[in-house]
């Protein structure tokens, strides 16, 4: 996994775990779903990410 490829993942983790609290103004259940989901997703990525070189590194350039 590239250090691109996790940081647009996350992004769009953190964006599912956001509309997740949107949705609360019209259902809970939904709003749970997407959190969870949301939530989910950022963990299962982190835990790939961990396992490259990369990950927890300084940037060097």
Same mark, same amino acid.
């Given at each position: 996994m590239e250090k691109q490829t996790f940081l647009i993942s996350g992004v769009i983790s953190l964006l599912i775990v956001i509309s997740g609290f949107a949705a609360a @103004? @019209? /259902?809970? %259940? =939904? /709003? !749970? %779903? !997407?959190i969870? =989901?949301?939530?989910?997703? @950022?963990? !299962? !990525? %982190?835990g790939q990410a961990k396992k490259e070189p990369w990950f927890g590194r300084p940037v060097t350039k």
């Amino acid at each position: 996994m590239e250090k691109q490829t996790f940081l647009i993942s996350g992004v769009i983790s953190l964006l599912i775990v956001i509309s997740g609290f949107a949705a609360a @103004f @019209f /259902s809970q %259940l =939904a /709003s !749970l %779903l !997407l959190i969870a =989901a949301g939530g989910i997703m @950022f963990w !299962l !990525l %982190l835990g790939q990410a961990k396992k490259e070189p990369w990950f927890g590194r300084p940037v060097t350039k």
